[in-house]
């Protein structure tokens, strides 16, 4: 994603204003993913693991990929780790 501009949608700014999603968050996640995955409508999710308040969150990042542009569509956080990381021990 390095020399990308990442453009954020009317719908993700509000979405990361009412979840309270930190913009550099979502840069960070886009920069440097955990994992990525491609999605229905030729969308892709990026998402990286965040230490909130002492308790462990998965923030994924829905987007579009164009040439030289990233459009975040939306973007949350859940606890539910196991259920979207690919490849984490189900201990």
């Given at each position: 994603?390095?020399n990308?501009n990442?453009q954020?949608?009317n719908?993700a700014?509000?979405q ?8 550099l ?8 993913p ?5 999605s229905?409508?030729?969308r892709?999710i ?5 230490k ?9 990042v829905?987007y579009e990929?164009?040439?030289n542009?990233?459009k975040?569509i ?6 539910k780790?196991k ?7 189900e201990?």
């Amino acid at each position: 994603m390095k020399n990308k501009n990442i453009q954020f949608s009317n719908h993700a700014e509000i979405q990361m204003n009412e979840r309270n999603i930190d913009k550099l968050m979502v840069l960070e996640t886009l920069k440097n993913p955990l994992q990525i995955f491609s999605s229905k409508n030729d969308r892709r999710i990026a998402q990286k693991i965040f230490k909130i308040e002492d308790k462990d969150f998965l923030l994924r990042v829905i987007y579009e990929d164009f040439n030289n542009i990233i459009k975040v569509i939306t973007a949350y956080l859940t606890t539910k780790i196991k259920k979207f990381v690919r490849g984490i021990n189900e201990n």
